[in-house]
C-alpha cells in the first residue's frame, strides 16, 4: 500500500466539508458502478477475474518471444502503449542487460522517427505486438502496415502471420477481422476496460512480460490495491484522500495545474502515462486541472526557477521509493581537483534523497504545496499496486469535479477535420 502525505500551507486552509458531504456518495457509486460511465468500470476488480489460465496464456506467449526474437515492436497510442512503456522503463531501465529490445511505434505520426524505427527493425529479428481497442486508429495502423511489410518482405507472409500478435476487442474492429482472417495470436482488451485504464489487461501484461518482468506479481499487487484502496471513508483511504486534496488545491486555493515529480529519470513514462489517465480523464466541460510532468533534479535545472518564483499556478504530486533499483558509490580522489571529496564514499541515491529533502522544503516552503506518494521500490508488485491506486483516486477526483471520468468526446474533433483533409472515405462533408 502506498503511503500518502502533504506538505505545504496551502493544505491548512482546505475545507474539507464538500468531501464529507459527498464523498461517501460517490464512493458508493464507484463500488456499485451508478456514475456517469458505469460500463466502464471493469478495471475496478479485473485483475482478481483474471484466470491463471489467461495469466498462462500471457506468460507463455511473452516466453516464446523472448526466446525466439531478438525485439519486440510494440505498436499503440494513448492507452494502449503508455501504461506498458511506463512499466517496463521504470522498471528495466533504460539499458536492462538481457539483451532483449523493446522498442515502441505508432505512437505518433513523425515520418523521421517511423522511417528510423523500419531502419533499426530492418536489421533484427523482430515480433510485432500491435495493440488498439478500436482496432482503426490511424498512428498504430500505419505503422502496423509499415512493419508488417517489413516482415513479409524479409520472410515471407507465413513467418509474419507468426511473428504478430494482436491485442484488440473480442469481436470488432478492422484489427480483429484481420486478426481471424491471418490467424495471427490474439488477446482480448475487455469491453468495460477503457485505454487509460488497461494497463493491468493483456494490453500491458503482454508487453510488460515480454521485458522480462514477473507479471504474477504485477498483478498481486493490482489485486491488493483492490482492498487496500476501497474504502469509502477518504481518511481511511489514501487513493481518495489523495483525490480530495487535489481536487480541493484546484477549486479551493484555485491551482491550476498538478505536476507529476519524480526523482528517478526512467520513471518519466509513469507521469506521461498520469498526464493521459488525469487529463483525458477529467479535461471536459471547460473543467479541471492541467496535468503536467517533471523529473528532478533533471528539470530543476530548467524549470526550477519557475517552480520556486514564478506564478504560483502549480502543486507538486511526488512519486518517491524509500530504495532504489540500484546504487553506485561516488570514488574517492587523491587530487581532489573537482572538489568532490566532501562526497567520496556516499551512494548517489543518498545525495538524491537529500536532494529531494532540500526541493521539497524550498518549494513548499515558497508557493507550490506538494503531494507525496511514497512506495518502497519500483518493482513490479508495488507498481502493480500504484497504477491501480491511481484508477481510484482518477474515479473519486472526476466524480468529485462532476465529470463522466471514462469518456473523450473532445478527441474526436481533430481526427475528423484530419480525416477530411485527408479524403478518408465518409468525411468528405463534415
Ligand atoms: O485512453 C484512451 O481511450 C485512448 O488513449 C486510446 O487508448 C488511444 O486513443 C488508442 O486507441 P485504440 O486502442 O482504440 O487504438
Not at 482492498?227 to 477518504?234: A, E, T
Amino acid at each position: 500500500m502506498v503511503t500518502y502525505t502533504r506538505h505545504g500551507k496551502a493544505f491548512d486552509s482546505l475545507d474539507f466539508i464538500e468531501i464529507e458531504e459527498r464523498g461517501q456518495d460517490i464512493a458508493k457509486m464507484i463500488e456499485e458502478r451508478t456514475g456517469a460511465g458505469n460500463d466502464f468500470l471493469g478495471w475496478l476488480d479485473y485483475a482478481s477475474r483474471l484466470t491463471e489460465r489467461d495469466i498462462e496464456d500471457i506468460a507463455k506467449t511473452a516466453d516464446y518471444i523472448r526466446h525466439n526474437y531478438d525485439a519486440l515492436a510494440v505498436v499503440g497510442i494513448g492507452g494502449s502503449y503508455l501504461g506498458a512503456r511506463a512499466a517496463i522503463e521504470a522498471i528495466k531501465g533504460f539499458f536492462p542487460d538481457d539483451g532483449f529490445e523493446i522498442i515502441y511505434v505508432g505512437n505518433t505520426l513523425s515520418s523521421t522517427y517511423t522511417n528510423q524505427v523500419i531502419n533499426h527493425l530492418s536489421r533484427k529479428k523482430f515480433a510485432i505486438n500491435v495493440i488498439s481497442k478500436s482496432g482503426t486508429t490511424t498512428e498504430p495502423a500505419v505503422a502496423f502496415r509499415l512493419l508488417k511489410e517489413l516482415l513479409i518482405e524479409k520472410y515471407g507472409k507465413e513467418y509474419a502471420r507468426k511473428a504478430i500478435f494482436a491485442t484488440t476487442d473480442r469481436a470488432k474492429g478492422a484489427l480483429k477481422s484481420e486478426a481471424v482472417k491471418e490467424g495471427y495470436k490474439t488477446f482480448v482488451i475487455p469491453d468495460d476496460v477503457g485505454g487509460r485504464f488497461s494497463v493491468i489487461t493483456p494490453v500491458g501484461l503482454l508487453p510488460i512480460a515480454c521485458a522480462g518482468i514477473d507479471i504474477r506479481a504485477f498483478i498481486k499487487g493490482v489485486r491488493d490495491g483492490e482492498k487496500d484502496y476501497s474504502d469509502h471513508d477518504y481518511k481511511k483511504n489514501p487513493a481518495y484522500n489523495y483525490a480530495a486534496n487535489r481536487y480541493l488545491l484546484h477549486k479551493q486555493a484555485k491551482f491550476s495545474t498538478e505536476m507529476f515529480v519524480s526523482y528517478e529519470i526512467q520513471e518519466k513514462m509513469i507521469e506521461e502515462w498520469l498526464k493521459q489517465l488525469f487529463d483525458e480523464s477529467e479535461g471536459k466541460d471547460g473543467k479541471a486541472l492541467l496535468c503536467a510532468s517533471g523529473v528532478f533534479t533533471t528539470d530543476l535545472h530548467s524549470m526550477g526557477q519557475f517552480i520556486q518564483d514564478g506564478s504560483p499556478v502549480l502543486f507538486e504530486t511526488i512519486i518517491k521509493e524509500t530504495q532504489p533499483i540500484l546504487d553506485v558509490t561516488v570514488p574517492s580522489d587523491v587530487d581532489n581537483l573537482d572538489n568532490l571529496n566532501y562526497l567520496a564514499g556516499r551512494k548517489l541515491s543518498y545525495i538524491n534523497d537529500k536532494a529531494y529533502i532540500a526541493t521539497l522544503d524550498a518549494h513548499t516552503s515558497s508557493h507550490s504545496p506538494a503531494n507525496v506518494i511514497e512506495i518502497e521500490k519500483m518493482d513490479a508488485y508495488n507498481l502493480g499496486n500504484l497504477f491501480y491506486f491511481f484508477f481510484r483516486a482518477t474515479a473519486y477526483s472526476a466524480y468529485l469535479l462532476g465529470v463522466n471520468p471514462f469518456n473523450q468526446p473532445g478527441v474526436e474533433i481533430y481526427k475528423s477535420n484530419m480525416f477530411k483533409l485527408l479524403g478518408k472515405p465518409g468525411y468528405e462533408n463534415k
